[in-house]
């Protein structure tokens, strides 16, 4: 088992923004590692006798998966916490709950709506708090396709991601992540529905020391004209299942199909963080054909959470 350092140990981890480029560095080389020694069947009990209480707000695979098999592969233990249960759902706060869970857990992870509501959390823990999604971000996502992306492209340097659609959580974490590794990341929505301009310019302030360019536009085709990464997303995203309908129209033209696809380098992969509105915003064609490694990042998930986890916790 590799040893970790423990510079990490004790931060929250809500924002790629938060961290430098050596740290997000060493999260994918860690998840690297965790990876390979699974595979070799060496065990890494990195977070033996810890646990990790998990509070979902909203629906989960990918997340609640990746952290609760993770936890038990590094020795620990991980409980899932439903707002159906526990007292938050009957309008206990999070400040009392942040203080409660920090004197039984070495770590909380929690997907919620609001951005805020993390931020609280961590404000009134004393153990790291770890964002599993929020309507702002999606930072574990995003360390998850950078391992991928390393993988199949042999690194991210001056790597040109194209990301089409909505600009959500997961455009949001892509400039953070893209400003930090040197990887160019352009996004294309309608619009109204472009990313956030105030996470695009923190994103801009720090791609300064990379070099990475980070640029929005309106056009599929010109965003996706040579990318070695095409990534798309849902169009409505938990919480907008209202506004589901009138968005499909808005953005029929940025699904991701193979005409689509014929623009980008001819070594390009496809990713989705899924779950995939099949035949929406992805074609099957795409998401089944031999560009698409969607599986393969969906399995670095696993990697990348427990790298977080036995560097923050
Ligand atoms: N990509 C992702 O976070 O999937 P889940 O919603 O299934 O966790
Ligand atoms: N943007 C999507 C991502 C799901 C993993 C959502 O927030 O629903």
């Known amino acids: 088992m590799q040893e970790l350092n423990n510079t990490l ?32 069947g060496i065990p890494h009990p990195h977070l033996a006798g810890k646990t990790l209480g998990m ?17 038990y592969q590094l020795g620990g233990h991980a409980l899932f ?11 206990e706060t999070i400040k009392d709950t942040a203080q409660v869970l920090s004197r039984m ?39 998850g396709d950078m391992i991928t992306i390393r993988e199949h492209q042999g690194g991210l340097k001056g790597i040109k991601l ?54 929005v536009v309106e056009d599929p085709a010109e965003a996706i004209a040579g990318a070695d990464v095409v990534y798309t997303d849902v169009w409505a995203s938990m919480g907008e299942e209202a506004q589901a309908d009138t968005k499909e129209k808005q953005f029929l033209k940025y699904q991701v199909n193979s005409k689509l696809m014929s623009l980008a380098h001819r070594n390009a992969i496809v990713l989705h963080c899924l779950p995939a509105k099949r035949g929406k915003e992805i074609t099957d064609e795409v998401m089944d054909g031999p560009q698409s490694v969607v599986f393969d990042e969906a399995e670095n998930r696993l990697h990348a959470h427990k790298a977080i986890m036995a560097l923050v916790m």
Request: aromatic share 8%; net charge negative.
């Open 162 to 215: 194209a990301f089409v659609g909505d600009g959500n959580n997961v455009a949001h974490s892509l400039l953070f992540g893209g400003a930090k590794v040197g990887m160019d990341v352009v996004i294309a929505s309608p619009k109204g529905f472009e990313p956030d301009p105030v996470i695009l310019e923190k994103a801009r302030q720090d791609a300064k020391q990379t070099g990475a360019k980070l640029w």
């Open 55 to 71: 509070i979902f707000q909203k629906s989960s695979t990918r997340t609640r998966v990746a952290f609760e098999v993770g936890m």
């Open 81 to 91: 916490l439903s707002p159906r249960d526990i007292q938050i759902g009957r309008g």
């Open 9 to 40: 140990r004790g931060r929250d981890f809500i924002s790629i923004h938060d961290f430098t480029i050596e740290e997000i560095d060493y999260m994918l080389e860690t998840g690297a590692i965790l990876k390979k020694e699974l595979k070799s």
């Open 105 to 143: 857990v070495n770590g909380i992870m929690i997907r919620t709506f609001a951005h805020e509501e993390v931020l609280e959390l961590a404000r009134w823990s004393d153990v790291p708090v770890i964002n599993g999604l929020t309507d702002l971000l999606h930072p574990t996502q995003v360390i």
